[in-house]
């Protein structure tokens, strides 16, 4: 099979030659500093590091729906507006064509690579709570479902509009595996609102753009950090299929989701904090996950970035051990 095919395989819950060995998450900039310290000096191009290490390559599309001109924040977290004037007056700097074009155009020179099952394609949209909490911040952003809704909605309606002119140019060009809404909507802890603030302020436009996207036969899912389980269910109550990436640390177990929800897609979930502990320890996570990987529709993966803890020696293991666990999963 190739790599496309593998990865269409499991998403759609059929059985392929072994699991996809595909690194969802690029890898921080302080871990790849560190490797290239350590002798690794792989080539220029969009698979150069999955290439070297011998994983299955897995491109991704981004979209962003801010133009080169729109404001940064003054620091991490802070916003650029707070209310409707601020909003209409960067709205022109918002929701650019050049954004689309240039994924189009990527999409293009992509297209015959992913038509001959070279790589698997991913594709991410900013989501419903995290772009209005990048344009009020983080904290404002909380408040401004009680203090501003007219303009949340305002904004997310924009953003479904904008969603929607981008796949119907990009769809017919390059239909993606799967794809993620970013949206980083719980820690630790569970969600950061409540079901009822996501049925008003979210609900009503991932139905809008939702069944564009499965259409074209490309699986939905999320992508939100931290203890995802207890929202589960409103994900499916909006379309969306899976999720990733399961942070072990947040206390998220495969296995009891995958008991509780046997349709639910994965991607992820292996703890990174072993991975600097040795190859015992690496099997030991595999061996946890195996069930999971036995059962379908679960591609296993790094539960974020690898850290610069890491070494490439370190890592060349886990893709080792990921490779053969990758077969042991669709043994009898």
């Not at 601020?86 to 022109?92: A, S």
């Not at 609900?203 to 490309?218: D, N, R, W």
């Not at 929202?231 to 640390?249: M, N, S, Y």
């Amino acid at each position: 099979m190739t790599n496309r095919e593998r990865v269409r395989a499991v998403l759609n819950r059929d059985v392929p030659d072994r699991l996809p060995v595909v690194e969802w998450a690029v890898w921080w900039d302080l871990t790849v500093k560190r490797w290239n310290s350590e002798g690794v000096q792989p080539e220029d191009g969009p698979d150069a590091l999955q290439n070297w290490f011998g994983l299955d390559p897995l491109r991704q599309i981004f979209v962003s729906p801010r133009g080169e001109k729109c404001p940064q924040p003054a620091s991490h977290g802070a916003g650029i507006v707070c209310d409707a004037a601020e909003y209409d007056r960067i709205k022109p700097l918002l929701y650019p064509e050049e954004n689309i074009q240039q994924v189009v155009e990527c999409a293009k020179r992509w297209r015959e690579g992913h038509e001959n099952g070279d790589y698997a394609q991913w594709l991410t949209l900013e989501g419903f709570f995290w772009f209005p909490r990048t344009l009020f911040g983080i904290e404002a952003h909380l408040y401004a479902f009680y203090d501003e809704p007219e303009l949340m909605m305002r904004m997310n309606q924009d953003l479904a509009d904008y969603h929607l002119r981008c796949l119907e140019q990009l769809l017919p060009v390059i239909q993606p595996e799967f794809m993620t809404f970013a949206e980083d909507m719980s820690y630790n802890h569970g969600p950061m609102i409540s079901r009822e603030l996501f049925d008003t302020f979210m609900l009503p436009y991932y139905q809008q753009v939702i069944p564009v996207l499965k259409e074209a036969g490309v699986r939905v899912l999320i992508d939100t950090d931290g203890d995802v389980e207890p929202l589960i269910p409103w994900f499916k109550d909006a379309g969306i299929e899976g999720v990733l990436p399961l942070e072990r640390q947040a206390g998220v177990d495969v296995n009891r989701i995958r008991r509780n929800h046997p349709d639910w897609l994965m991607i992820g979930g292996y703890n990174k904090m072993v991975m600097h502990l040795g190859e015992e320890a690496m099997r030991m996570e595999f061996e946890r996950l195996l069930p999971v990987m036995k059962s379908g529709g679960y591609i296993p993966s790094v539960d974020h970035q690898t850290p610069p803890d890491v070494s490439a020696k370190q890592y060349e293991t886990y893709v080792r051990l990921l490779q053969e666990y990758a077969k042991k999963a669709v043994q009898c």
